[in-house]
């Protein structure tokens, strides 16, 4: 079956440890998209792809890096620099095309120890 | 700039009445229009999308949304709720350049016996 696999379902991390979330697809899609979730808050835009070796930064981008070298994976780390870390991270990815929507994982919960 | 209001963080509705999630948006060029839904710790699931062509526009699990452009609205409505429908559900629009999606701060449906 295609769809985005997004492991660890949950991560704890300690104070001033950096993190990497995996996101992987078999959709053959070329968008992949990060996005936090805190309650009450919907969902947030990290960062997005459209192809390989290429990112961009969404709304709340600090303290979190990214990288595309292939087209099926789309990590996302996040770093010391970001203060309160403890979320909800969700993947998705999308076909080129304008309307297209967005397909999503189910999500690792980061917590901090 | 694009943008979506969903009107009610929480609505509750009578196991077997009708369900009305409201949305309304803000579009600077043809807007493309989704609903998603989420159960707890999983991701978004797409429950149906507008593009272009017929405003009333049908999708899984027997909800419908009919885009009316005149009220810039995007309400999801369901005939007869059912105990699985309890969830959070996001309206989103496309940007304008196609490469992202806004989603709104999400709707909790509770349904009561």
């Known amino acids: 079956d295609g769809g985005i696999t997004q492991s660890p379902k949950y991560l704890f991390r300690k104070e001033g440890q950096n993190v990497t979330l995996s996101c992987e697809q078999n959709l053959n899609h070329d968008a992949m998209y990060w996005y936090r979730q805190d309650p009450g808050q919907g969902l947030r835009l990290i960062y997005y792809s459209q192809i390989v070796n290429d990112f961009q930064k969404g709304d709340i981008a600090e303290g979190y890096s990214v990288s595309r070298e292939k087209k099926e994976s789309f990590p996302l780390t996040v770093t010391s620099a970001q203060k309160n870390p403890t979320a909800f991270y969700l993947c998705?990815?999308?076909?080129?095309?304008?309307?297209?929507?967005?397909?999503f994982g189910d999500g690792t919960r980061l917590s901090i120890l | 700039a694009q943008s979506v209001t969903q009107l009610g963080s929480h609505v509750s509705v009578s196991e077997g009445a009708l369900v009305l999630l409201r949305c309304n948006y803000s579009s600077s060029v043809p807007p493309y229009l989704f609903w998603y839904v989420q159960y707890p710790n999983q991701g978004l699931q797409l429950l149906l999308k507008?593009?272009?062509?017929?405003?009333l526009v049908k999708g899984i699990n027997g909800f419908e949304a009919e885009f009316k452009k005149s009220e810039t609205s995007f309400h999801l409505t369901k005939p007869s709720a059912h105990m699985s429908d309890a969830a959070e559900y996001f309206c989103?629009?496309?940007?304008?350049?196609?490469?992202?999606?806004?989603f709104g701060k999400g709707t909790r449906l509770h349904i009561l016996p």
């Open positions: 507008y593009t272009t062509g017929a405003t």
């Open positions: 998705a990815s999308k076909i080129g095309g304008i309307g297209q929507p967005q397909h």
């Open positions: 989103a629009v496309t940007s304008p350049g196609g490469d992202k999606i806004i």
